[in-house]
């Protein structure tokens, strides 16, 4: 079976290092100021002559509260207002790029993250909703992935009848964890009975699928106590669950440094938490996707992960890695062909670049032929945890095992310790492998050895 996976702690303790978690490759980390608004103009014109899908990303970087573990971009008000002027610039963004598309373009994926995208008003959401349509072509017949990212304590069932009514079809609910004792560590109360409501509203108004997040090695957190946060989960039966490993580097992440690092579980109890997680999934019928991601076997990415058609990108797993994505808004990172961008990060830096009716690309790569082979590889491994040689060879014109004839003795290893199965045909990652798969991944990527691996969090 696809989702067939095994525990071996000996085997993590010695591979779980830190690395990306490619949802991308290259990855975020090699972007630069050299690549920037011209190069996604002319990224833009490749892809309108080519007609391709589109993909769009909106971020709405406001929380009206902060969580210490947060990582995320955003911006931490109680002011409602501040949204007003930032929903202008980002109309202005939208209408700079969709000018340069044709409007034949479908929009198959549509995903608003945040921040809290409903800390705006319903007004609000109506109005960019009406922006987006404006200018973009969305489907009006419910067939695409639209979703959304939702707060519990941000949103109602009026709020959840607005969101199906403008479309979304699609849920991503933030809990993390029920425990209250832990929910107080890292600020953010949030009741059962909250999450238990924005649910019930979401298969009330049949949205189509319902994803729950959750984060293990939280402070405060035990074995124990996850194991309790997690049954509660599976009895609210969502389609999709992200179980995230919570990576603490208060060095990045300010809010982080609230957080009291002596109340953070050991190593050996964060391990823990995950083998029982991943038990108690599999036992309610759940599948490994891969990485921290589980989904019930009807689920789309359990389906296009038989049939080998899975993908992943900035989105994390999807089935619509063949659209070109287009990231609206501050941070937002678009992927259109070989091209990666990013908008700034910087909320002032933004909006007074759009004020000046400027894109704010502030940084990127444009992939080159190496590039797009690695690329090819790891999104081969990560999604389906086989590799057929010969498909790679046929794509990009090699001689596998003399392009990548110095990383063997790395695979060799690998092979000889469980973690994939290894012949002159193909490289197949083994059940024990699966929990560790970006740790066969990073043996492939060629920027890894140059990179400041503290950026990064640790496979498991």
Known sequence: MLDAIRWDTDLIRRYDLAGPRYTSYPTAVQFDSQVGTFDLFHALRDSRKALRPLSLYVHVPFCANICYYCACNKVITKDRGRALPYLQRLEQEIQLIACHLDPTQK?????????????????????????????????????????????????????????????FNRVSIGLQDLDPVVQRAVNRLQSLEETRAVIDAARTLQFRSINIDLIYGLPKQTPENFARTVDEVINLQPDRLSVFNYAHLPERFMPQRRINGSDLPAPAQKLEMLQRTIEQL???????????????????????????????????????????????????????GDLYCQNSSDLNQYQNALASAQLATSRGLICNADDRLRRAVIQQLICHFSLEFATIEQTFNIDFRGYFGELWPQLLDMADDGLIELDNQRISVLPAGRPLVRSVCMVFDAYLEHSNRQRFSRVI
């Open 107 to 167: 929009v198959e994926q549509l995903h608003f993250g945040g921040g809290t995208p409903t800390f705006l008003s319903h007004d609000e959401l109506r109005q960019l909703m009406a922006q987006l349509r404006k200018h973009f072509n969305l489907l009006d017949d419910d067939s695409g992935d639209y979703g959304i990212e939702i707060d519990p304590r941000e949103a109602d069932w009026s709020t959840m009848g607005l969101l199906r009514e403008l479309g």
């Open 282 to 336: 599999t036992a309610a019928g759940y599948r490994y996707i891969g990485m921290d991601h589980f989904a019930l076997p009807d689920d789309e990415l359990a389906i296009a992960q038989e049939e080998s058609t899975l993908q992943r990108n900035f989105q994390g797993y999807t089935t619509h890695g063949h659209c070109d994505l287009i990231g609206l808004g501050v941070s937002a990172i678009s992927q259109i």
